[in-house]
């Protein structure tokens, strides 16, 4: 089942003492749930919305409760909807390692939290797939009522084909008529121009994430020897010898890119979390909601 798969009862515990602690620095614009902070503006009612289990009780207008017997939320001009946009990298690159887990189930599992996050507060989030640009887009979903909705649109993302990532932000950019929270969960192995693209994101009003999602082999490469490797996303093979010298300067490769990202995060008052796929979860969403630039 996908609800069980990518959120245990543990794992929603713990998203449970977080939630009230994420803060969404962009406002979409509409009329929703985020209280707005603007100087001088007026608590003007705008519209009902249909009650959702999780949502706040305090906010049910009785009576219209009264009159009708079906309990809906009282929403205000003041107010501003937030949303939040998850983009899941589905590249063949996401596909390994290929035993224990993979980097396409960490990013699933990651994005099911930032979900839930946003849900939990009554709030809109929305799945979309990069693959050679923004390969597909799903519908938002509204309140702790989406979740399954959005589980199960997770479930389905499945790593193969080549990436451009960029061209996935730049699509995001392009069809969001709002600005929001961006969440970017991909092992950001793209030859495109991603950081400008993200620059793009930053400079329309997005409160971008980066969720760098990498195996350990990644980190701590110990192959030695001739090998014949297979790019994942292209199918070329090419024949390589990996010794002390090859391995050191993959690995100041590795480093660079971690700290462009963590650079320009850092540049942006944006955030980046690095997770591994053998490191728990709980460790990794704390560190979303704190906004933390990794190390």
């Known amino acids: 089942m996908a609800d069980a798969a990518l959120l245990d009862a543990g794992f929603v515990r713990e998203l449970e003492v977080l939630r009230r602690r994420l803060e969404v620095r962009a406002r979409s614009g509409g009329a929703g749930e985020a209280v707005a902070r603007r100087k001088g503006s007026s608590a003007e009612f705008h519209e009902h919305r249909a009650y959702a289990p999780g949502d706040d009780l305090r906010r049910i207008d009785w009576s219209a409760y009264a009159r009708t017997g079906e309990p809906v939320l009282k929403l205000f001009r003041a107010e501003e909807d937030v949303i939040v946009r998850l983009l899941v990298d589905g590249s063949a ?84 008529s709002r600005s929001g929270m961006l969440v970017v969960l991909s092992d950001f192995l793209d030859g495109g121009n991603v950081l400008g693209a993200l620059d793009r994101a930053a400079t329309a009003g997005h409160d971008v994430a980066l969720v760098h999602v990498v195996a350990p082999e990644e980190l ?21 010898t990996l ?53």
């Open 220 to 240: 701590e490469p110990g192959m030695e020897g001739d090998f014949e490797l297979e790019d994942a996303e292209t199918g070329e093979t090419v024949e390589v």
């Open 93 to 176: 690159s996401l596909d390994f390692p290929a035993e224990g887990v993979r980097k396409i189930d960490v990013a699933r599992r990651f994005g099911a939290a930032v979900g839930y996050l946003a849900l939990a507060r009554s709030e809109r989030a929305q799945l979309l797939v990069g693959g050679q640009g923004l390969a597909k887009e799903h519908l938002p979903a509204r309140g702790r009522a989406g979740l399954p909705a959005l589980l199960r649109a997770l479930d389905g993302v499945t790593a193969k084909g080549g990436t451009h990532l960029a061209k996935a932000i730049e699509d995001v950019v392009r069809r969001s």
């Open 243 to 295: 010794d002390a010298s090859a391995i050191e300067a993959y690995v100041l490769r590795f480093a660079g890119l971690c700290e462009e990202l963590r650079g320009w995060a850092r540049r942006r008052r944006a955030t980046y979390i690095r997770i591994r796929t053998d490191e728990p979860m709980e460790a990794a969403i704390r560190r979303f909601v704190a906004r933390a630039v990794d190390a």
